[in-house]
């Protein structure tokens, strides 16, 4: 499948991976090779020891200096540049990439050191929806392209992957149907090596899992977050499940980070980032509204300002976060306004 340039040496990610060995070449040397029955083969300086187990050593290498800058909402931009009511963000990867290419390359220029790609939906349950189911890969390779092109030296590029849309609680799916998709997409995804996968925007713990072990297979670090915006104190994701449980599971299925997005303006994140902090030493990734979505005149909007969604910031660093950006309702303005509250720590 390809030729393993030197000097690599096989590398066993975590121990209860040991039976299922994935193999990735480092991002400079632009490819990689996985499946079934291949190894993992990891240049040395990829993947170092840390007590208790291993983190991934991109990861490490960027929260070393402190709390990183990642980007904002990409569905709110995407609709700010003329995306229809009835048209799939992640069908513009092939339709309007210059669009695409300006909403990342908006993230890159206010200061994101990470920004993700257009493929949140890129799976073939919402791209079916939308008569795309068939095209999986193109989506996903387009995506993470375009974001590669904006980020040039300046910003990794982590690609985004998305709930399928549907819910076993209802038994419209089965675990086995949401693993082959997610598997499709995580590999697709493989296909032009982004420096990590996140799967974001999860709901529903059990889905969560199997979309971060379909990510895990591939041998790019993966970061898993989901959505805590049920119970009393709005920690809770929607089936029940706590940050203490999704930090517990997530990890279990081999995660080089955890956190939440989506939901809830940033002072909900604080708690549950406390919450998440005190059952891990995993990286954590924070990406809050801009305050809860409230409906006027049809149109969904966000109160807070760049400036509220900042003076926040220093707290949810205290509380443990490694990687700060935006969800819904956030832009570049945002970005902005984080990035100077984080320079000034
Ligand atoms: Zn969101």
Known sequence: MGIVPPPCHIWIKKPFQSERMNCIMPRDRGFMISGENSFVIRVPSLTYEEEGGTMNALIADLIRGGPVLTDGSWGTQIIKRGLKPRELPDAWNLSHPDKVEEVARSYVDSGSRIILTNTFGANRFVLGNFGLADQVSEINIRGIEISRKAAGSRAYV???????????????????????????????????????????????LTEACIAAAAAVETGIPVIAC???EAGKLKDRTMMGNTPEQAVEMLSGVGVDGVGANCGQGIEGFIPICRHMRAATDLPIWMKANAGLPERVNGEVIYRTTPDEFAASVPELVRAGANFIGGCCGTDEEFIRAIGNVLNNL
């Open 158 to 204: 982590f690609a985004s992957m998305g709930p399928s849309g549907k819910l076993l609680a209802t038994g419209n799916v089965t675990e086995n149907e949401l693993a082959e998709t997610f598997k499709e997409q995580a590999r697709a995804i493989a296909q032009a090596v982004p420096d990590a996968i996140i799967v974001e925007t999860m709901m529903d």
């Open 226 to 228: 989901m959505v805590f």
